[in-house]
T-cell receptor
Framework: EAGVAQSPRYKIIEKRQSVAFWCNPISGHATLYWYQQILGQGPKLLIQFQNNGVVDDSQLPKDRFSAERLKGVDSTLKIQPAKLEDSAVYLC?????????????FGPGTRLTVL | SQQGEEDPQALSIQEGENATMNCSYKTSINNLQWYRQNSGRGLVHLILIRSNEREKHSGRLRVTLDTSKKSSSLLITASRAADTASYFCARGYNFNKFYFGSGTKLNVKP
């Protein structure tokens, strides 16, 4: 079974530039999550999709971050414009139904450095 | 944090010893999941314990849950160098919400 795919793996940009990350979840998984993990901290949920609808985006900085999951499959997360404090690893995860009892499967992440 | 803490922040042991890490939470949970993160394999699910369970085992892992103290412990027995990683607990609320803690960094010396 193929895992969660993410690209790119690494990205370096200057502040005020824009960046986009892509995620393809495990086939058939209804729920997709985007997390931000700052060095030395745990993953922080940015947004949770159930199929192509948003379940939770309460911690997404909506003035600069946006995400979409068209057709309920793959997803993109965009930052525009980036700030220095956005330097982090962005993790995508998926789960079967989105229940809190489901295991989440994580992708390898995209390491973003903002200069 | 609002959701609870994990301790210790870092733990260094010799191979063969047991490692114990703890996770506390502040409001009632549906379940608690433990994940491991290392540079080689990313974040991987280890074990889930439901709020009505007190103990679960998986291989060398033993998880306990004490709802009266709002805390959980992960015990790794007979540790190996390959267990070197960060361990996170994810608190499951309201049937579809998760909060990860800041984790425990475990170093197992050969």
């Amino acid at each position: 079974e193929a895992g969660v795919a993410q690209s790119p793996r690494y990205k370096i940009i200057e502040k005020r530039q824009s960046v986009a990350f892509w995620c393809n979840p495990i086939s058939g998984h209804a729920t997709l999550y985007w997390y931000q993990q700052i060095l030395g901290q745990g993953p922080k949920l940015l947004i949770q999709f159930q199929n192509n609808g948003v379940v939770d985006d309460s911690q997404l900085p909506k003035d600069r971050f946006s995400a979409e999951r068209l057709k309920g499959v793959d997803s993109t997360l965009k930052i525009q414009p980036a700030k220095l404090e956005d330097s982090a690893v962005y993790l995508c995860a998926s789960s079967d139904t989105g229940s809190a009892f489901d295991e989440q499967f994580f992708g390898p992440g995209t390491r973003l450095t903002v200069l | 944090s609002q959701q609870g803490e994990e301790d210790p922040q870092a733990l260094s042991i010799q191979e063969g010893e047991n490692a114990t890490m703890n996770c506390s939470y502040k409001t009632s949970i549906n379940n608690l999941q433990w994940y491991r993160q290392n540079s080689g394999r990313g974040l991987v699910h280890l074990i889930l314990i439901r709020s009505n369970e007190r103990e679960k085992h998986s291989g060398r892992l033993r998880v306990t849950l004490d709802t009266s103290k709002k805390s959980s412990s992960l015990l790794i027995t007979a540790s190996r160098a390959a267990d070197t990683a960060s361990y996170f607990c994810a608190r499951g609320y309201n049937f579809n919400k998760f909060y990860f803690g800041s984790g425990t960094k475990l170093n197992v010396k050969p």
